[in-house]
Each structure stands twice: as structure tokens, then as C-alpha cells.
């Protein structure tokens, strides 16, 4: 059961201590309380958790502060999209708002090489109006032979010329919770020049011990991409732990599934599940159609396979796209094959649009379809 107090009363109110003090004085239930950092407003829920079965909701509707209960009884309990649920989705950070209706590119550096590719990278990016870039410093890679990214120490350069092209958020993977930290000094020593989105990437989405530090932490929202080998359910219980642990800023990725029944793309694409996502959860959906297709070949009306797949995801409502673009896609250190070059960019921007405004009409149809037609 979720309780969710009025949207003017703080965690240290009168009205919030008494109805947290009644809670947690029910036997048998564990209380939590969660802050939740909506686009225009913080919330306050109270999660209970254990058998709620047995409890009044009308009694607890009539306690100090509280605005609504929600009673769940299905699974991902702060993420998932309930019966009669009408809780705020989405947030803002760094001043970009991610949510359920907003559509952010990601287009970037798969890995970190030089300082000179990501000063061209963010200045095609500033050229074109894009405030987000991908940028990986820790890469996980299949072999230990393998570049394994440049860690904390492109950082500094990395963030200092995100503010100098009026980057705001940087999606960035992470593969061990000390990252966070040497992220978050590094942004202290660069005057906050640029914000961090947190990367979880698929091998390690079932690392539950990171996903609960990641949880705990409230300052960088988080990109969770789905596991490439496992359920669905699965991938979404990932995002509950960091939701349990208090961080529900939560955009959950789609980047394709490892089978072999996709080649020749690197992974079967896994698109057709944004709707699902939409309907099963409350989260901004995003997709990653480069580690998804994993090579820049082009069919023969002209386009790539990645723009192909980029635009079946938008057109189906996707709310992020990260996608791999390198200055000399030759010469990348990681994933070079799957690279856009950044004399693609304006076209790769163009045609999201395109499939953004079927996607607008599509809706729009739908709506008329359903109000006319009672359909
Ligand atoms: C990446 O985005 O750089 C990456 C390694 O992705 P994934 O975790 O989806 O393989
Ligand atoms: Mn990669």
C-alpha cells in the first residue's frame, strides 16, 4: 500500500511524523518513506509493505496530511503503473525534463579516447542544439585485454568541455559504486559545469549489490539498461531495487537481446517493447539502437539499419534514444563499426524528428478514434 501525503508537507512536518508514528506502530509491516522528485513537485510516500491486505484504506485516508492511498498488490511497486494510479511520472534534471511524453537524444561517445573526439563530438552536438551526449569512462569489456575505458581521468576534461558546450546531462555507465564518487568529486572540481546521467548497463543489471548503492544515492538519476539474457520481469524487478532504495528517478533502456536468432544484427531488437513498458510501468522508456543493430550498414532506400530501428522505437513512443556516434569512427577504441559519423548528425536528428511527429499523429488519432467512435 502506498500513502501519499499532501504535496506542501515536508518529510519533518507535524502532520507527517503522526501519520508515520501511527504506521509504524501496526504490527507486522515494515514502513518506508520515499521522496519523490516529480518535474514540478517533491512528494512524500509512505510504502507499506507486508500484509496490507487487512488494513482499512478509509482509516488511513483519514490521517494527518494524507492526500491518497494506493493499494498494490502487483509487482514493481514504485515503478510500475498501478490500477487507478495516478502518480506524477517523470523528473527534471539539470534543467532537461525526462518523462513519459519527452523525447531526448543521446547521441555520443561510446568510450571516452581523447579529449580531441569529445571536443568535436560536443561541438557538432552545441552546433545542432543538443544539450545530452553519451560519454563512457568505464567501459565494460567482454576481454581483459581490451581499452577499458580512461576512468576518473578524463573526467575533468570531459565535464569541463561539457560546460563549455552547454551540455546538461552526460549518460554515463558505471560498473562499481566507488564510481559514483569519483564522479561526484570530479563535478565539484568542474564548478558542477555539467550534469550525470548514471549508466547501469546490461551485464551488470543484475548486480543487485550496485544497484542498491545506486539506489541509495539521490543525486544522479539513473539509465538502466535492460539485461540482454534474461525475463523481462527480471529486468524490471532491477529497477524496483533502486526505486525500494529511494532513487525512483529511473529511465529504463532497451538495447536488444543476445540470440543468435537476430543476426546479423549484434543483438535481436527488442523495440516492439516500448509499448509494453508504457503500459507496465510509469518510467520514461529509452533505446539504444547501436549496441541494438552493432554495424552503421546501410539497406538500400539509402538508410542505416540504426536509423531504421531508431525510428521504430520513436515511432512507438520511446523517450530517449542513446546512440554512438565517433569523429573518426575508424579509429575508435570501442565500437567503431556501430559508430554514426558526425556528418550524419543532422540527418540522424531529422529523421527522429520525423518518426516523433507520426508518433504525435498516431496519438492524436487515437484519441479522436476513442472519443468519436467510443472504440
Ligand atoms: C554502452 O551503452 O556502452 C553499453 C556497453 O551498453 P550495454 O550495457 O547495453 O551493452
Ligand atoms: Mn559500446
Known amino acids: 500500500m502506498i500513502v501519499i501525503l499532501r504535496s506542501d508537507l515536508e518529510e519533518n512536518s507535524p502532520e507527517c511524523q503522526q501519520t508515520l508514528s501511527y504506521l509504524t506502530h501496526l504490527s507486522g509491516l515494515e514502513v518506508r518513506l520515499h521522496q519523490v522528485r516529480g518535474a514540478e513537485q517533491t512528494l512524500t510516500e509512505i510504502y ?73 563530438m560536443m561541438k557538432a552536438l552545441a552546433a545542432e542544439g543538443q544539450v545530452c551526449t553519451r560519454m563512457g569512462a568505464y567501459k565494460p569489456r567482454s576481454s581483459p585485454y581490451a581499452f577499458q575505458g580512461h576512468g576518473k581521468n578524463c573526467l575533468p576534461y570531459v565535464f569541463e568541455l561539457a560546460g563549455k558546450y552547454g551540455i546538461r546531462v552526460i549518460a554515463m555507465e558505471i560498473t562499481h559504486e566507488s564510481h559514483l564518487d569519483e564522479i561526484a568529486e570530479s563535478l565539484d572540481e568542474t564548478g558542477h559545469a555539467t550534469g550525470v546521467l548514471v549508466q547501469i ?34 529486468s524490471l524487478n532491477a529497477a524496483e531495487y533502486l526505486a525500494s532504495e529511494g532513487n525512483s528517478r529511473v529511465i529504463f533502456c532497451l538495447r536488444g537481446m543476445k540470440t543468435h536468432l ?3 544484427h549484434r543483438n535481436f531488437v527488442d523495440f516492439a517493447h516500448v509499448s509494453v513498458l508504457k503500459r507496465l ?30 525510428a521504430q522505437g520513436v515511432i512507438a513512443g520511446a523517450n530517449l534514444v542513446l546512440v554512438d556516434f565517433h569523429p573518426d569512427p575508424a579509429r575508435a577504441l570501442v565500437d567503431g563499426p556501430q559508430a554514426l559519423r558526425l556528418e550524419e548528425l543532422r540527418w540522424f536528428l531529422d529523421d527522429v524528428q520525423i518518426a516523433r511527429s507520426a508518433y504525435e499523429n498516431r496519438c492524436a488519432l487515437a484519441r479522436r478514434a476513442s472519443s468519436h467512435g467510443g472504440v
Open 48 to 120: 507499506l509493505i507486508g500484509n496490507t491486505a487487512r488494513l482499512a484504506a478509509d482509516e488511513i485516508r483519514e490521517l494527518p496530511g494524507v492526500e491518497r492511498v494506493i493499494r498494490i498488490s502487483e509487482e514493481y511497486r514504485i515503478l510500475g503503473r498501478h490500477k487507478d494510479d495516478r502518480r506524477v511520472s517523470g523528473f527534471e534534471y539539470n534543467g532537461v525534463t525526462f518523462s513519459p511524453d519527452s523525447l531526448n537524444v543521446f547521441a555520443g561517445l561510446c568510450a571516452v579516447d581523447s579529449r580531441e573526439s569529445v571536443e568535436s
Open 262 to 264: 537476430g543476426d546479423p
Open 281 to 310: 510501468t510509469r518510467m520514461p522508456v529509452g533505446i539504444d539502437p547501436s549496441h541494438s543493430v552493432g554495424s552503421r550498414e546501410r539497406s538500400p532506400d539509402g538508410l542505416s539499419d540504426i536509423m531504421h530501428v531508431t
Open 201 to 234: 548497463g546490461t551485464r551488470n543489471i543484475q548486480n543487485f549489490e550496485l544497484l542498491k548503492a545506486v539506489g541509495r544515492q539521490q543525486e544522479f538519476p539513473v539509465l538502466l539498461k535492460r539485461g540482454f539474457g534474461i525475463t523481462l520481469n527480471e
